[in-house]
Structure formats: C-alpha cells, structure tokens
C-alpha cells in the first residue's frame, strides 16, 4: 500500500521559512519522481516542484524560483520542500505526490 505522510506546516510571518518533509512508503521511492503540488484557499491545485529519482534534475514553478529547493534521501524515503523568503501568496495546503499518490496534505500559512 503506498503510503506518503507529510509533515512540517504551519503558520509563519512573512519573509520566514519552513521545511516540509514526506515519508514514502509502499514502493520503489528510489527509483520514483516526487513532486509537490499545492492547493491555495479558494482556487485550484498547482504545481510546485518536481524531483527526479536520483535527484539530479529539479523543477520549480516560476513563482517559488530561488525561493524554495527540492531535495530527498533515498536512503530514508523522504522528499523534502525547504521554503525560505515565504510570502502570504505561498499560503496553501501542500501535498506530496509520488508512487501513483499524494499525501494527505500538509498546511502552510504565511501572515503577519
């Protein structure tokens, strides 16, 4: 059964950070691409980022360029989000994707 948990949300001012973690269970994570995807109040799903197996190659959605980075430890089958220079505009739900799934979303507010 896969399985992916995140965790790490919560509320932070503007201009704060946050690091969002994922743990992967119930397939090959190693061999897998995970993503991010985000669903802001009242509008539709976005993606954010995306990590190939190896963790070689990254993508960003323009918005959160230079602000945030996709990493993950195949060792441990976790994929992380780290967010930096946060703006209210990142506030969301954010969901891990991967292994044909998608977490059950992780809340991440940024205000004054």
């Known amino acids: 059964q896969v399985q992916l948990v995140e965790s790490g949300g919560g509320k932070v001012q503007p201009g704060g950070s946050l690091i969002l973690s994922c743990a992967a269970s119930?397939?090959?994570?190693?061999?897998?691409?995970m993503g991010w995807v985000r669903q802001a109040p009242e509008k539709g799903l976005e993606w954010v980022s995306t990590?190939?197996?190896?963790?070689?190659?990254?993508k960003y959605l323009d918005a959160v360029k230079g602000r945030f980075t996709v990493s993950r430890d195949n060792a441990k089958n976790t994929v992380y989000l780290q967010m930096s220079s946060l703006k209210p505009d990142d506030t969301a739900v954010y969901y891990c994707t991967g292994g044909g799934a998608w977490g059950q979303g992780t809340q991440v507010t940024v205000s004054s």
């Open positions: 990590i190939t197996a190896g963790g070689r190659t990254t």
């Open positions: 119930g397939f090959t994570f190693s061999s897998s691409t």
